[in-house]
């Protein structure tokens, strides 16, 4: 037998020799292009607010505003009396914004996706989930105790050959997918993805945690763009919104039935109605962004094309994650070290957040970031080994 302690230690040990251990690094101050990490400031480039919105002066007054009138803390579940005015302000809006009929909020995306797929999926349905989904939505398949088929990252024939074989067997079912991919910043082909869910009658559960906002008509995320309509829609308010939360969106059953199943809704305390007014006013922001969201794509390409250009393996794409593989854990921290020393902070990602041998620096700028800083970051890049 081993003490708890022991054990505790030696796990500690294990990561630490395969060079995963975490520890996050302290920032002072706002999110925004730059911030102050130990005492200095740095460039920041492995941030989710794309559309610097997190600092915005205009959400904080909308949150400060509500705060004078309701205070900080909800008192209780949104099924037991923590639902406030707000609350329900903000999931209309929100819905108007992606234009489906009703939403609902949550205190994050994973407490979304891990509460939503089993309140709408029974134990004998079958759900599809893309190889590469996040860790939120894997959660919420294996929740839903639903028989779990994972297919080949964005692999349509692959969708097709799975429901040929096993579609039958369920009466119901369902598809989950990202629309655009956090950690290689690819899109989900989500015009077939809705064709075969037609097809073999599965519902289409998206996840538009980091398109919703950046991409689209007036950044209304990736379904917009493709005109494709999801039976459920998950949308992120703590990337390019600048606020903190999630929604869950759909038709007004749909949307009921979540209230009333969705374990990490029922059973959580409402997040502050302060926040909701936060979400509306960043809501607004949002929707008239269309030019920070031009900027954003400029800066995107500049990047790419420059990393490429110096050798780097940049993942294939045009959006605004920007992975630059490294492959080995040990080496994607220690470069991770340089550039942070250098006054560039740029996140390492390891396993098991990606596969092995694909550790990488995740590169994100923002539209607030002005290509001198863009510049300044990629020149000290040292040659890739």
Known sequence: MIRFHDAVHAALSELEHAGLLRAPRVIAGAQGPEVEIEGRRVLNLCSNNYLGLAGDPRLAAAAIHAIQETGIGA????????????????ETRLA????????????????????????????????LSDRLNHASLIDGCRLSRARVLVYEHLDCDH????????????????LVTESLFSMDGDLAPLADLRALCDRYELGLYVDEAHAIGVLGPHGRGACADA???????VG??????????????????????????????????ASPAALAA??????????????????????????????????YRVSRGTSAIIPVVIGD??????????????????HGIRPPTVAPGTSRLRMTPMATHSRDQLDAALA??????
């Open 159 to 174: 969708i097709e050959r799975l429901l040929r074989a096993h579609r039958a067997e369920h009466s119901t079912a369902l």
């Open 329 to 346: 854990p040990v080496s994607t921290m220690r470069l991770s070290a340089d550039l942070l020393a250098a006054g560039v902070f740029v």
């Open 75 to 90: 008192g209780a579940s949104r099924q037991i009396s923590g639902t406030g005015t707000l609350h329900r302000a903000a």
């Open 96 to 127: 108007a914004f992606v234009g489906l009929p009703g939403s609902v909020l949550f205190s994050t995306g994973y407490a979304a996706n891990v509460g939503a797929i089993p309140a709408l999926v029974d134990p004998d349905a079958l759900i």
């Open 236 to 269: 992120t308010l703590g990337k390019a919104f600048g606020v903190s939360g999630a929604f869950v969106a759909g038709t007004s059953p749909l949307v009921r039935l979540v209230e009333n199943r969705s374990r990490s809704f029922v059973f959580s305390t």
């Open 380 to 385: 000290a890049f040292p040659e890739p080994e």
């Open 227 to 233: 005109r494709v309509t999801a039976d459920v829609l």
């Open 278 to 311: 936060a979400v509306i006013a960043a809501t607004d922001a949002v929707e008239a962004a269309d030019d920070r969201r031009a900027v954003l794509a400029a800066h995107a390409i500049h990047l790419r094309t420059r990393l490429e250009a110096a050798g």
